[in-house]
């Protein structure tokens, strides 16, 4: 039962390096996104996905890049990382069905630091 | 836009005390009502969930009421543990525009022994 999985757990990156944070699931789900957490700002939509192939923007896209080929996968790239970005990073999914009864299935998160 | 309201903590108490944390939102739709709860270290977890008006959510010893008329949602349990140690988050789901679902800011809880 391994549901959302997330790596790496952790990660220290110099400004203006690059990196793609990975996201999986094997529940077939057809809603994958990606939050960031930072103190007392609660979660953030970064970005999100409805199906392979399709994707959106969230509350905060800028500096991030996302794409889904497959139904299990759900990748965030970094593209010049900044001090601002440091963060906790979740990815979550969900069934699309049923529309809004369904919650959400998170990942254990990316503990991300950007120096 | 849809948001959710909840109260700021952290919020302290003794074990085997009464816990309540108010949430309240505003919504486009008719959304569904979700409690998290993330334990230190690790991602969030679903509580509970109510899908529509008086419908009551419980799970664990918590409890939460859907009230449409008063658009809250408050979480409740009635004698806490040390375990119950967390940041519970509020949020709501409305069947379009993505299906996004939209989170309040969290309410620390501290439980002493």
């Known amino acids: 039962n391994a549901g959302v999985t997330q790596t790496p757990k952790f990660q220290v990156l110099k400004t203006g390096q690059s990196m793609t944070l990975q996201c999986a699931q094997d529940?077939?789900?057809?809603?994958m996104s990606w939050y960031r957490q930072d103190p007392g700002m609660g979660l953030r939509l970064i970005h999100y996905?409805?199906?392979?192939?399709?994707?959106d923007q969230g509350e905060v896209p800028n500096g991030y890049n996302v794409s889904r080929s497959t139904t299990e996968d759900f990748p965030l790239r970094l593209l010049s990382a900044a001090p601002s970005q440091t963060s906790v990073y979740f990815c979550?999914?969900?069934?699309?069905?049923?529309?809004?009864?369904?919650?959400?299935?998170f990942g254990s998160g990316t503990r991300l630091t950007v120096v | 836009g849809d948001s959710v309201t909840q109260m700021e903590g952290p919020v302290t108490l003794s074990e085997e005390a009464f816990l309540t944390i108010n949430c309240t939102y505003t919504?486009?739709?008719?959304?569904?009502l979700f409690w998290y709860v993330q334990y230190p270290g690790e991602g969030l977890q679903l509580l509970l969930k109510?899908?529509?008006?008086?419908d009551k959510g419980s799970n664990k010893g918590f409890e939460a009421t859907y009230r449409k008329e008063t658009t809250s949602f408050h979480l409740e349990k009635g004698s806490v543990q040390v375990s119950d140690s967390a940041v519970y988050f509020c949020?709501?789901?409305?069947?379009?525009?993505?299906?996004?679902?939209?989170f309040g800011g969290g309410t620390r809880v501290l439980v002493k022994p």
């Open positions: 529940m077939n789900h057809e809603y």
């Open positions: 109510a899908t529509k008006a008086d």
């Open positions: 949020a709501l789901r409305v069947g379009a525009a993505g299906n996004k679902l939209t």
């Open positions: 996905s409805v199906g392979a192939g399709i994707t």
């Open positions: 979550a999914s969900s069934y699309l069905g049923q529309g809004a009864h369904y919650g959400y299935t």
């Open positions: 919504a486009t739709g008719y959304p569904s």
